[in-house]
């Protein structure tokens, strides 16, 4: 018996498009697990705002200028919006559970985000709940913990808060940037452009008000500031929104478990540390839950060809 589904209902298979549309949107994470590296060793200490302002308005601003477009109508609050959950308060809540946690702890929290994005679809998106997907989000989870995780994790309440406000700040970005797609017309770059600048915008005052300008900006601090603006954000997210255009919204969100993971090798190979065996285990873990969570669950398939 043959089955004639909807476009909503559809299945995704991974045709080559999708698979290089996956590999693609996969460079954003990866790039993003640069972050505490370069924050850490390059950065001045102590002035969380003040990165996420040069991580975001000069960026967006650049973008501006390369798209030449401005919202219209109701873009100019939905850029507001999305830069504000995805870039304006995701990157002080980043850099605020840093500094109170073990980077560790820190990114485990953040590998909650495929969890956050997987119920956020349901509620925003109104897609039928995925346990196929729920589930390969928790192995994730844990496989990051397993590389990520030592004896010397500590819990801080206001880390604690930061990190898993940070994971539903971003969570709701993504499914609302799904949800709500982008004008004809107008690019990926564009997009982010609109949003990084927003949210350069939500940050400019606190900044100045709360961390200032840091002393004695060197060399190492322009470079850092200049990786993480032009291709941390700019070109990070230009793929990233091109990807969730394209692919399922918790499929994306999955990809973020390569952020911790590249944190984790940066961090192994600037110190000089070996893996574990447990360590492994985790990476084996946690890429096994990022591959399968892109693909369709084995009963959906059998539905689907009943």
Do not use: C
């Not at 590296?37 to 002035?47: F, K, M």
């Not at 350069?200 to 603006?229: E, H, K």
């Not at 999955?254 to 993971?261: A, E, N, T, W």
Request: charge should be positive; aromatic fraction near 6%; proline fraction near 7%.
């Amino acid at each position: 018996m043959s089955t004639t589904m909807t476009p909503m209902s559809a299945p995704v298979t991974l045709t080559p498009s999708r698979i290089g549309w996956t590999a693609l949107t996969a460079i954003a994470p990866a790039i993003w697990g640069t972050t505490y590296i370069v924050t850490t060793h390059l950065l001045p200490e102590g002035h969380p705002l003040f990165a996420a302002l040069m991580r975001s308005l000069p960026a967006g601003l650049i973008a501006l200028l390369i798209a030449r477009r401005l919202p219209r109508g109701s873009w100019w609050w939905k850029s507001l919006v999305l830069g504000t959950l995805n870039m304006g308060a995701f990157f002080p809540l980043l850099f605020l559970a840093a500094q109170h946690l073990p980077g560790g702890v820190a990114a485990t929290l953040g590998a909650s985000q495929p969890i956050v994005v997987a119920f956020l679809a349901v509620a925003i998106l109104h897609e039928k709940p995925s346990a196929w997907r729920v589930t390969w989000g928790v192995i994730g989870m844990i496989g990051v913990a397993l590389v990520v995780l030592g004896p010397e994790a500590k819990l801080d309440p206001i880390g604690i808060l930061a990190g898993l406000a940070g994971a539903a700040s971003m969570g709701t970005g993504v499914v609302l940037t799904k949800k709500w797609g982008r004008p004809e017309g107008v690019s990926a770059i564009g997009l982010a452009g609109w949003q990084l600048t927003a949210a350069g915008l939500v940050l400019l005052i606190p900044t100045m008000l709360i961390d200032g300008i840091p002393a004695g900006i060197d060399g190492p601090a322009v470079a850092g500031y200049l990786w993480l603006g032009l291709i941390g954000a700019l070109l990070t997210y230009s793929l990233w929104f091109s990807g969730i255009r394209r692919l399922p919204v918790t499929a994306t969100a999955l990809l973020g478990l390569l952020s911790p993971l590249v944190a984790a090798i940066l961090g192994a190979v600037i110190a000089a540390e070996t893996l574990t065996p447990t360590q492994l285990v985790g990476f084996t873990v946690a890429l096994i839950a990022m591959v399968s969570g892109q693909l369709n669950s084995p009963k959906k398939k059998a539905r689907i060809t009943s």
